[in-house]
């Protein structure tokens, strides 16, 4: 695997972005501590209403429950300067990918951003999807994490590539 560091972005940082954060790291301590050793992982929210909060307690349940922790998570607000601390920016969705572009300081510079549904591998239940859908509203914690885990799933291939 080569060297990357991704930064997943949603909206709170409360939701999306840390389960994506949180489900992509349990993946990668599955390739083995070498592969894994190479990747940096974080998440941010384009709105700083829920920064320095832990993940919202019914979307932690979910996770908890197929074995991801992510009690330990903090949201923060996504900045500028990500554009150059990372190699690849993931957003959940049109809106968020829009919000982000939106704050790059000069075109063609900083790291790309694409949609994490770009990832999902034409096999998955939810292949053609082109958002994650947003659980704080939707309430369907369980069918996000599903769409997640497959999003995941085609970035770890992408990575092992
Ligand atoms: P997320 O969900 O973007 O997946 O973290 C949200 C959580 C909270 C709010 C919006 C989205 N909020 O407006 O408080």
């Not at 919202?56 to 009690?71: I, L, T, V």
């Not at 999902?120 to 309430?139: K, N």
Request: net charge negative.
């Amino acid at each position: 695997m080569k060297t990357a560091s991704i930064l997943f972005v949603c909206l709170g940082n409360i939701c999306r972005s840390p389960t994506a954060e949180a489900v992509m790291r349990a993946k990668v301590e599955e390739l083995g501590p070498d592969l894994g050793a190479n990747l940096v992982l974080d998440s941010a929210g384009t709105g700083g209403w829920h920064v320095g909060e832990a993940p919202y307690g019914p979307m932690q349940a979910a996770a908890r429950a197929r074995g991801y922790d992510m009690a330990g998570l903090r949201a923060r607000q996504f900045a500028v300067a990500d554009f150059g601390a990372f190699d690849l920016i993931l957003a959940m969705d049109a809106q968020n990918l829009a919000d982000i572009e939106g704050q790059r300081p000069q075109a063609g510079q900083g790291a790309p951003v694409r949609l994490f549904t770009d990832y999902l591998p034409a096999q998955s239940a939810f292949a053609g999807a082109d958002h994650v859908p947003d659980p704080y509203y939707t309430r369907d914690f369980d069918g996000t994490l599903s769409l997640i885990e497959d999003c995941a799933e085609g970035l770890r291939t992408a990575l092992a590539g």
